[in-house]
């Protein structure tokens, strides 16, 4: 009788179903996270393929047409010397992106090896982190002005002096998450069973790290679509005739009056792919965080 | 004395509270009656999750908004109904006519505020005193409450003060407007031990000397025997038992208090196994329609399993359980 | 406290050297012959060999290290190329027009960000919340260069109200100033009110969140003290903290926006030092810009310490 009663209904209730990759179901399910992902996504796509969406090249000259409107000849309109708009625009992201995607690689590279130094071994936290501190003591687009004063203008060069401005930061991000996971029981289960420091780190510390470093390589990502626009528009990234966002308005602003859209576009252009990144990076941060995950 | 013969302080009448969570919406306080007499203590007792500490906060309004709110009931005091009460008129009977005190002393003080300034601003608010009053009365019920040198330690903040000392300052602040009722959550639990009995020994006098009305909420039945002078037992978020403290560790008559109360350890009897309740708490989006103890309780039979037992009373007692008069047995009978 | 400022300040130290230090070294990272560079290429040898002998680069590097840093100590920045003038003199000279700038967005960040931060909060998941975070979003995506000449076509061109450019001084005619800088401090702080709106919300959020507001209510308390006495001096905790962030944010953008609204200021200064390699202007300016932030961080790490009981009276137990 006693065990009958037990045996009920604890059973009946069925377990719920087991879902893969919930991190990546979250994540699409996340609105702002979808719409900067398409966001981002156009203008990915416009890199990626501006060779094939270019018809006209993106340096003719052809002084007939100059000023022309954005319409349904010229998608974008054209400039003073007649230059297709959409052609340079559409060829400025792919040069854009790529700077941003150099200087997060540099990032990835340089920030979690500086940041899992410091974060890992005490005697070289101190002196690194006051390194970082002195770099971080500079505001990021003088730095950056300086850095390309001196290594002269062009896009490796804009790539360098970024990766070296934003690298503190993310370094400061790993070596966060790092002290953290430093003192987890299973580190030291795996010290006490001989592992090097080096296996340790690699195959222990920084996997457990990757959450927060991927929202940061995220941001530093727009931040440096945006500090590189600066740059160019300042006239330090690639030489004219090289179409960049930043020269393109820079070169429009003359002539604001007469064709506004000349400096419009690529501002929208940057607005897109900068608001992009900044949703994405939210949405991961939302997602891979978990002390944020209250509020729905 | 019955309870027919006094009229209660506080009166509780089908009080349902609904949480939102992201596996659904569930009543966390489901359909809760009790009345509170002044002068007595009411032990609310029950496992975590029961929904006793969502009661407690309920009365008072303090459930947090955006997943939690009162979908029906009515709570009685003074004449009026504070379920139904405007905002602000409930903050006037918040801190001053009903305080309340919380389980975690280390979080539950601002830190950036001294505590003087904590207990004072309850003063000045409600009481309207001056600030010299104010800062004099702080030190009065500093002094009350037992803390030492309490003019020097008026302008202290939280952090230089240990766990056992911010509750007394918790209590000093919810004591401060002589409020007639005092809901107590679970005010020792995240104490060591020996300032958990000197904390309720504080409550247990200061109680008598103002004879307030004390719920005192918690998950350990020795308290509850030591304190309190009647027991409300709850179980997913329904009350399942009442009455006098004694009758019912003498003659616990729903199973689950049965089987809370066979689980402490015997200190006089012979050693054997500890007796546990099997199963675990349900989880609130799989309850049946039928009485929620059901899957775990042992004299279960399929009547139980149709429809949730109404709270039945007796005299003093209550109970909601199918089977509770042959239930009413001394303590053995559990399985 | 005063062991927190001790060792604020003690910490602040080895970080000044190494700011002098980069800001010596960037001179060094020129690829190939600075001196030519400078000079230009339709310099003769002897002009050429001037600028070497001007700017020292014709000595060994551990004579220009001990040069720079002698002259440092003197609090000579060095003397720029083009205007023959000292560069700490110049710097000095603009640093008013900059700086009252840089307060007047500051006042905005702080004024608008805060309190849309706070608004956001308080009336979380409402169109209120919504509006506030979409137009904050917006301004931390939108190029700072690219706003400010948008509000020139819409202010200064179409509708006329504000000048597209220029500085006056706010001692001659405050009106006149105001009017000059509106454009360039809203163009200048529209990331950092986005960014503080943010920071602000997250953070109420969370404090609201917390055992001791619940405390508050609990003891009656009305909602504007709950929020504005118990909530809010949580908040500008952290807050205070996001300042020097918003500090060096403003002096990046303060580069490019006043290049775009002629401004003469330190930014713009630097903006035509690069373009016409002035080095020790470059060099000085981003010395006297990175010791003004260092020393500006160390002034929001001690109103930090002091609104924070917790670091300024010490652990007590």
């Known amino acids: 009788m006693a065990s009958e009663a037990l045996a009920t209904p604890l059973e009946a209730v069925a377990a719920p179903p087991k879902r893969r990759f919930p991190t990546l179901r979250r994540l699409l399910r996340h609105k702002l996270f979808l719409v900067g992902a398409l966001l981002f996504g156009i203008v990915l796509t416009a890199a990626l393929f501006a060779d094939f969406l270019i018809q006209v090249d993106p340096n003719r000259i052809s002084i007939r047409n100059k000023f022309r409107p954005p319409g349904s000849e010229w998608i974008f309109g054209t400039d003073n010397f007649g230059r297709s708009q959409w052609s340079r625009v559409v060829k400025g992201a792919q040069l854009s992106l790529a700077i941003g995607f150099g200087v997060v690689l540099l990032n990835a590279l340089f920030g979690t090896l500086l940041g899992a130094l410091a974060g890992y071994f005490r005697a070289l936290d101190n002196v690194l982190m006051r390194i970082m501190d002195a770099f971080m003591a500079f505001p990021v687009i003088l730095l950056a002005i300086g850095i390309t004063a001196a290594l002269g203008p062009g896009s490796i060069n804009a790539v360098i002096a970024l990766a070296a401005v934003y690298t503190p930061r993310t370094a400061r991000i790993v070596r966060a998450s790092v002290l953290v996971v430093r003192e987890q029981a299973y580190i030291e289960a795996a010290r006490a069973m001989g592992a090097s420091h080096a296996r340790i780190l690699l195959r222990h510390v920084l996997p457990n790290c990757m959450a927060p470093l991927i929202v940061q390589l995220t941001f530093i990502f727009a931040y440096s679509v945006l500090s590189e626009a600066v740059l160019s528009f300042l006239g330090l990234g690639a030489e004219p005739p090289t179409p960049t966002w930043g020269n393109i308005i820079a070169e429009g602003r003359l002539y604001i009056r007469e064709a506004p859209w000349i400096t419009l576009i690529p501002g929208l252009a940057l607005a897109m792919t900068v608001l992009g990144l900044n949703l994405l990076g939210d949405g991961l941060r939302d997602v891979l965080d978990p002390r944020l995950k209250v509020q729905q | ?335 | 406290m005063l062991r927190y400022v001790a060792h604020r300040l003690l910490a602040s130290i080895p970080v000044l050297f190494l700011v002098t230090l980069i800001s010596f070294s960037l001179m060094q990272l020129v690829p190939g012959d600075p001196a030519i560079l400078i000079a230009g290429l339709q310099a003769t040898p002897e002009e050429v060999e001037r600028v070497r002998r001007q700017l020292g680069l014709d000595q060994p590097f551990h004579v220009q290290l001990i040069s720079w840093y002698a002259h440092l100590l003197r609090g000579d920045l060095g003397s720029s190329l083009l205007l023959g003038r000292d560069v700490l003199e110049v710097i000095l000279e603009r640093l008013p027009v900059s700086f009252s700038i840089a307060l007047y967005a500051l006042a905005l960040t702080v004024g608008v960000g805060l309190l849309a931060g706070i608004l956001a909060a308080l009336r979380q998941n409402s169109w209120v919340d919504q509006l506030v975070m979409t137009v904050a979003l917006l301004g931390v995506s939108l190029p700072n260069f690219w706003l400010a000449l948008m509000f020139i076509v819409l202010f200064a061109v179409q509708l006329g109200w504000l000048p597209s450019g220029g500085y006056v001084d706010f001692r001659e005619d405050f009106w006149g100033w105001l009017r000059a800088t509106t454009l360039p401090a809203v163009s200048l702080a529209m990331l950092q009110m986005g960014l503080l709106a943010r920071i602000t919300r997250s953070t109420m959020l969370e404090v609201l969140r917390q055992d001791y507001i619940r405390t508050a209510r609990a003891k009656g308390l009305p909602n504007h003290l709950v929020v504005g006495k118990h909530a809010l001096k949580n908040v500008m905790i952290p807050v205070v903290t996001v300042l020097g962030i918003v500090l060096s944010l403003l002096l990046s953008g303060s580069v490019v926006i006043e290049t775009i609204f002629s401004i003469p200021g330190i930014g713009s200064l630097l903006g035509s030092s690069i373009l016409r390699r002035d080095y020790p202007v470059i060099q000085g300016g981003l010395l006297f810009v990175a010791t003004m932030l260092l020393l500006l961080n160390l002034v929001v790490d001690l109103v930090y310490a002091w609104l924070d009981p917790r670091i300024r009276y010490g652990h007590g137990e």
């Open chain 2, 1 to 335: 004395m019955s309870a027919g013969e006094r009229t209660p302080i506080l009166s509780v009448r089908a009080l349902t509270t609904e949480l939102r969570t992201e596996g659904g919406r569930f009543h966390a306080v489901d359909s809760v009656s009790f009345d509170l007499f002044p002068g007595e203590v009411l032990g609310i007792v029950g496992e975590s999750g029961c929904g006793k500490s969502m009661t407690a906060l309920s009365i008072l309004g303090l459930v947090p908004r955006p997943p939690g709110r009162i979908v029906a009931g009515e709570v009685r005091f003074e004449g009026r109904d504070l379920v139904r009460l405007p905002e602000r008129e409930l903050q006037r009977v918040r801190g001053a006519k009903i305080a309340m005190i919380f389980q975690e002393p280390m979080s539950s003080l601002n830190p950036v505020f001294t505590i003087g300034e904590q207990i004072a601003e309850t003063l000045r608010h409600h009481e309207r005193l001056g600030r010299r009053a104010a800062r004099e009365r702080a030190v009065e019920l500093l002094a009350k409450v037992g803390i030492p040198s309490p003019a020097e330690r008026l302008d202290s903040y939280p952090h230089e003060l240990s766990g056992g000392m911010r509750q007394r300052v918790m209590i000093a602040i919810a004591l401060a407007c002589n409020p007639k009722v005092l809901l107590a959550d679970e005010p020792t639990t995240a104490l060591d031990v020996t300032i958990q009995a000197q904390i309720l020994d504080l409550l247990q006098r200061l109680q008598a000397e103002l004879g307030m009305a004390v719920v005192l909420i918690t998950h350990d039945l020795g308290i509850v025997a030591e304190f309190a002078h009647r027991v409300l037992v709850m179980y997913a978020g329904r009350v399942i038992e009442e009455g006098p403290v004694e009758a019912i560790f003498e003659s616990p008559a729903h199973p689950y208090t049965q089987g809370l109360l066979a689980s402490l350890p015997d200190l006089e009897g012979e050693i054997g196994r500890l007796s546990a309740i099997p199963g675990s708490v349900p989880q609130m989006g799989e309850l049946g329609p039928g009485c929620r103890f059901a899957p775990r309780c042992g004299l279960v039979e399929p009547a139980c399993l149709a429809a949730d037992p109404p709270l039945a009373r007796t005299g003093a007692r209550a109970v909601a359980c199918r089977r509770a008069d042959l239930a009413a047995a001394p303590r053995e009978r559990v399985a």
